[in-house]
């Protein structure tokens, strides 16, 4: 079987992506790769990217002049979790407080690693996570 490297791409789907935009580029400082009403693609540390959509703008395909993408949608709040260093896990705890942010949940694991839960504009749950979450993190 050929290998997979890695996922590349996370889609959220926003009802307000100047408002989810400014949450994910103020709190963890991800550069903007891709601005329109439809989508907007945040660079996630050079190694994978986090797609904003419009929710209910991609019930159809849509045709680029380098190819069709196909319709895709969500409803309801979607999970997805990045990973941290363990030194840093205060410093991100303090720091979503210190912003306002909520946290819903914290997680020591019994492999080792440690969760920290918190939602989004949209109520989708964010985790930062510690190595020690999974065998490959």
Known sequence: MPPIDRILETA?????????????TGLFGFPVMLSNERI?????????????FQRGATTHSIRLPEGLIPSHDSTGPAHFAFGIAADQYHAWKAMLLQRGI????????????????FRDPDGHSVELATPGLWRTW
Do not use: H, M, P
Not at 44 to 51: E, G, I, P, Q, T
């Open 12 to 24: 959220i789907y926003c009802d307000d992506l100047d408002k989810a935009e400014t949450f994910y």
């Open 40 to 52: 907007r693609a945040l660079d996630v540390n050079a190694a994978s990217v986090l797609l904003l």
């Open 102 to 117: 909520a946290i819903e949940s914290e997680v020591q694991w019994s492999a080792g690693g440690r969760s920290l839960y």
